[in-house]
């Protein structure tokens, strides 16, 4: 160690600590990386590879944790296995146009069965002109749910998010072979623009298996099945569905509630969640007794994410847009929480950030980083998301090793 007195001001001094200073302060680091995926761009576990391996090149005595997470919606599935181990499998099913698919799901090492509702029914399966909400179905989540049960599994955890569909999860609960009649006693055709003609549900023959299950689903969002902030008003045009047809589906919905009231003695149409994945979340709870928890609450929770970042000099997360929408259970504002209950500085790296003061004084994070140039076009930023993370990476982990009082 080399050491040498500064003259800071007239008759007063100080000790400057040269490479030493700075080596304890790289040892004594421990930094958790704990990002939501960069949607349509990279997957959690991914952006957290990059950040990682940045900081692992300018901080190399650091202690280095990565935790990619999720919200409960798509990438859930990829987060768990990483976590808790388990196996994939994969499974023929029918898209939300009933074309025959491969579809995959994991098997926890507990013997959980993970299911995303994306794999089956979910957006990206359809091509921008295919999307129609009002006559996709759900079928193929519930194909998914019926391998699983052969396989002996009997927890559950099922993701939403990212649905082509807004059927309420009648699709789903058909291939559980639950029944949806009209007046004159015929099953109504798929998706959810039929069922103002629902007059009965049959679950006689449903599948004995669900009975003895237990199916913790996990929702990003809070929306209830009905009403102006319900399941087709909100999420129906990005479904495809026409806007004039938007009054009509949440009639049909309304008519879905209240023939599950009466039939099978549940209230589902107000329920936290239960408008998510186009009502799927009110049909887990009608047709599979679930309960919907905040997705982000239970996977932090499963990952032991409090214990693991117990003791962290820093928490870095991040995700594709900080707006508003952060603060509605996302994967930030989960990880904020615990950062600042845990009195554990956070930084925040985002594609884009808005609304940057109101969002510091809700979440308390150190300082959020935008990585793309706002001049960029949406499709551009998307394609250089990685090269843009890595060069964020750098200038932050820079400013760590420096130790910058604004980091």
Known sequence: MTARFVNVKKNYYRLEITWMQNFL????????????????????GEVAAVIGTTFRMYLPAAEIIMLPLADGGEGTMQVLLARVKGSLHQTWVHDPLMRSIAASYAILSDG?????????????????EERNGVITTTYGSGEIIRAALDQGCNEFIIALGGSATCDGGTGMAQALDYRFLDGQGK????????LNRLHRIDSSHADPRILTSRFRVLADVTNPLIGPDGAARIYGPQ???????????????????????????????SIPGSGAAGGMGAGTVAFLNARIEKGIDAILEITDFRTRATGADLIITGEGRLDRQSLSGKVVQGVANIAHSLGIPLVIIAGI????????????????????????????????????LEITATRLARNIKRKKSQI
């Open 112 to 128: 959980t069965a993970v299911i995303e509702t994306a794999a089956a029914s979910g957006l990206t399966l359809l091509s921008p």
């Open 239 to 269: 479904k495809g569905i026409d806007p004039a047809l938007l009054d009509y589906l949440d009639n049909n919905m309304t008519n879905l509630a209240g023939i599950i009231s009466r039939d099978l003695h549940k209230e589902v149409a």
């Open 187 to 194: 099953e109504l055709n798929a998706g959810g623009y039929y």
């Open 353 to 388: 950030v808005v609304d940057k003061e109101f969002l510091q004084k809700k979440l308390k994070f150190r300082a959020a980083w935008e990585i793309s140039p706002r001049s960029t076009s949406e499709t551009d930023m998307l394609k250089q998301t990685r090269y843009n």
């Open 25 to 44: 302060w790289q040892v004594k680091m421990k930094i958790i990386i704990a990002p939501d995926s960069f949607k349509g761009a990279l997957p959690a």
